[in-house]
């Protein structure tokens, strides 16, 4: 089984902190994506990586920045927390059957982060 | 702009029933789609997927079946279950070559009564 952890479950920070959120994937898989779940907005694409020190913007990626020094580790990194980042975030990973366009991503049980 | 769109923001079947979640989109670059679960405080928890040259897929209680001339596809679960209650969401990859991107729907709360 795929298996996705992220470090916390419940974050509480103060505006202006800094905020690491840590995510590992135990199955080699290439592909690691952070997306934040909001009531009402579905799932966001914050950042994703395809490749060790790659990575690539998702559809909001202001005032989020991420790291990926290790193929099973996916950081991301609020600079500067504040409230309007309240949210469920979401670390996912996948990998393609090759050529095939089919891809699956697994998900970790997420970090619901509370900025105060 | 959505390009996935699930219309029905909730659902309430009888326990027993079948329940039906439906997703439109709007690319017809799309070629692969898949269904997540998920319940509140979790991740989403992959379920089922197809893909643009088959019609239906089935996985014990889970069909999905694609519509390709009508961007259509619906979720029967048969016959439902309260532990089917949840929010689902469909979701779909284009098959551009850098585009690894899936695009979500906004998700259709499930409730299964007893």
Redesign the interface.
């Known amino acids: 089984d795929v298996k996705v952890t992220q470090s916390s479950r419940y974050l509480v920070k103060r505006t202006g902190e800094k905020v690491f959120l840590e995510c590992v994937q135990d199955m080699d898989h290439e592909n690691m994506f952070w997306y934040r779940q909001d009531p009402g907005l579905g799932l966001r694409l914050i950042y994703f990586s395809y490749d060790v020190k790659m990575k690539e913007k998702g559809d909001i990626p202001e005032g989020y920045s991420v790291s990926r020094e290790k193929k099973e580790r996916f950081s991301l990194i609020l600079e500067s927390a504040s409230t309007n980042q309240t949210s469920m975030y979401l670390c996912a990973s996948s990998f393609e059957v090759s050529g095939s366009g089919q891809e699956t991503q697994y998900f970790g049980p997420g970090t619901r982060l509370l900025v105060l | 702009d959505q390009q996935v769109k699930q219309n029905s923001p909730s659902l309430s079947v009888q326990e027993g029933r079948i329940s039906i979640l439906n997703c439109d989109y709007t690319n017809s670059m799309f ?2 789609f ?1 269904w ?1 679960k998920k319940y509140p ?6 379920l089922i ?1 197809i ?1 643009s040259i088959k019609d239906k897929n089935e996985d014990g209680r889970f069909t999905v079946f694609l519509n390709k001339s009508a961007k259509h596809l619906s979720l029967h679960i048969v016959p439902s279950q309260p532990g089917d209650s949840a929010v689902y ?1 469909c979701a779909a ?1 284009g ?1 551009a070559g850098n585009n ?3 695009i ?4 259709t709360s499930l409730a299964v009564n007893p």
């Open positions: 070629d692969y898949l997540y405080a979790e991740g989403p928890t992959f997927s893909s969401f990859r098959n690894r991107k899936l979500w729907g906004l998700g």
